[in-house]
């Protein structure tokens, strides 16, 4: 029976694919630090482990104890806008803290590394992005992404660590962190609406994106350590039909059957136009489940309302405050 580390196990993606590792038969180990995940979203029959992946003791002496067949690392601070004034925070946590999972897995012989990195790494290239591009992040938290995969690459070449690299974009659905103001605005959107808040939307709403159900990702991914073809790969995942954030407003009403008013904040420095082409994910993979925005939203609603509104606090360590938006000022 393999076992399997999923950093980041008790956030949103991480939690999916935790159950999703159990249902094929993986022992599996959940490391989380609950800075944005909850404890309470893991799978009992999965071991949880609260730490952090920055402690390359607690990393070193998992991978000792536990001996894993595979890891599955999804802990970052994915916020990608407030990246840019929070850099040092960024790169110790995507970055260095990732090299502390890559050495481990090198030293113990892992048989495959699946990485999350982010659409973020193309940065305002031309959609559909397609992973013959030559990436050009404009945000920290895709340079530190971008970074993490040519690390890979490089201990691949030097170690033969096999890895597969995962482009996912715009994800939500159950288990989505509701209090983070920063990232996941689906999430946004629908505890401001349980709080009786306005919408808030940067700019005029016209950015597209193509929002993606996590229940018709999770399982491609965690089948990516199983398929030899996929090793050395970096596939796009998600979803293909691009949706305003205008149009995500009137969706999120429908969903919640609540009926918000919105407003417009400051543009902010954000990529206008992001969405990927999938074409290769399903040559290997097979063809992609694509739920429908309104059917993904029918389904995380449920969820959302049951947990309740969350609080949002502010970041509480601004490395530059010039340019932020004044938004994200105010706790």
Not at 31 to 37: A, F, K, Q, T, V
Not at 89 to 113: D, P
Not at 164 to 173: D, L
Not at 264 to 288: C, I, M, P, T, Y
């Amino acid at each position: 029976m393999p076992t399997s580390l999923v950093t980041g196990g008790a956030g949103f993606m991480g939690a999916h694919l935790v159950k999703e590792l159990l249902a094929m038969g993986h022992q599996v180990v959940a490391l989380d630090d609950l800075s944005g995940g909850f404890a309470d979203q893991v799978d009992p029959r999965a071991t949880f482990v609260q730490g952090s992946i920055n402690d390359h003791e607690l990393v070193d002496r998992l991978f000792a104890e536990h001996q894993f067949t595979y890891v599955y690392h999804l802990a970052a601070y994915a916020a990608e806008g407030l990246s840019h004034f929070i850099r040092r925070f960024n790169y110790q946590n995507n970055l260095i803290g990732s090299i502390n999972l890559i050495n481990a897995s090198v030293r113990h012989e892992v048989k495959c590394f699946v990485f999350t990195s982010s659409i973020a790494v193309y940065g305002a290239l031309k959609p559909p992005m397609r992973e013959d591009m030559r990436p050009v992040p404009e945000d920290p938290y895709g340079v530190a992404k971008l970074a993490v995969e040519l690390d890979l690459y490089a201990a691949h070449h030097m170690f033969g660590l096999n890895y597969v690299v995962f482009r996912p974009h715009n994800v939500y659905g159950e288990y989505q962190n509701l209090g983070d103001r920063y990232r996941n605005v689906v999430g946004i959107f629908m505890n401001q609406l349980m709080q009786g808040l306005p919408l808030t939307v940067f700019g005029d709403g016209q950015q597209q994106r193509a929002f993606t159900y996590i229940g018709d990702i999770a399982p491609i991914m965690a089948r990516a350590a199983l398929t030899p073809e996929a090793y050395g790969e970096v596939f796009n995942v998600g979803a293909d039909r691009p949706y305003t954030v205008n149009e995500l407003v009137v969706a999120v009403q429908d969903a919640m059957g609540i009926k918000g008013t919105v407003k417009n904040l400051e543009a902010r420095n954000e990529v206008v136009f992001a969405f990927s082409d999938h074409s290769k994910v399903e040559r290997v993979f097979g063809k992609q489940q694509e739920t429908t925005l309104e059917e993904g939203l029918q389904r995380m609603a449920p969820w959302a309302k049951a947990t309740g509104a969350r609080k949002s606090g502010s970041f509480g360590n601004i490395e530059i405050e010039r340019g932020l938006p004044p938004s994200w000022r105010d706790a």
